[in-house]
């Protein structure tokens, strides 16, 4: 386990580990503590029960943004009992929760992680097709090839990076076409650059 993916331990971390999973479900979604829900979030997640989806799931619109990544983080060591979960929220208003959801989606690199986070590259807050072309840069999945193209001339300058980089970890004539063309339209020099890099 990397080191970062362990929070600081709270004041009262003793007594957290000591709590059975309802205890620890109970303290992620009551407590107004955003280091204890953090802690508990990251206990939740080692515990690796699927019971403690559903609130997980909950504690990604939380209020506090390390309590946030820290139950996409648990989230992503559940694994596949996880995805379907996960995928429905990426139906959730917060743009935030979604963001969460793709990110955890991408780390459990699944091929039924591929159709949810396909829908997060059309997603309306930039963030989020960030995150869903990020998460789909590991799966190399051929279905993820026209939905990336479209972009390629997105708005934002970090989407277009970031999708230049997974269809470039993809490949293919296809993909060298589409990065060819995006290539010759692009404006801003750092996606220029990351279109080179993603056709050599």
């Known amino acids: 386990m990397e080191a970062k993916n ?43 029960n699927p019971r403690a989806i559903e609130p997980l799931i909950h504690a990604l619109a939380d209020f506090d943004k390390s309590v946030r990544e820290q139950a996409m983080l648990a989230l992503s060591t559940l694994g596949k009992a996880a995805i379907e979960p996960l995928a429905e929220a990426m139906n959730e208003p917060k743009w935030e929760t979604r963001y969460r959801a793709a990110e955890a989606l991408g780390k459990i690199a699944d091929e039924k992680a591929v159709q949810p986070l396909i829908q997060g590259l059309k997603d309306n807050t930039d963030h989020v097709r960030y995150m869903a072309a990020k998460g789909l840069r590991g799966l190399g999945d051929s279905d993820t090839i026209d939905p990336m193209i479209i972009l390629l001339k997105d708005e934002n300058t970090y989407v277009r990076m970031m999708v230049a980089r997974a269809l470039g970890a993809i490949g293919g004539p296809k993909v060298q076409a589409a990065l060819a063309t995006a290539l010759e339209a692009e404006q801003d020099d750092k996606v220029k650059e990351a279109i080179r890099e993603a056709m050599s």
């Open 6 to 48: 362990v929070p600081d331990k709270p004041e009262g971390a003793e007594d957290l580990e000591k709590l059975n999973l309802e205890g620890l479900i109970k303290t992620l979604l009551d407590s107004t503590d955003p280091n204890i829900r953090q802690y508990a979030a990251y206990l939740l997640g080692q515990a690796k």
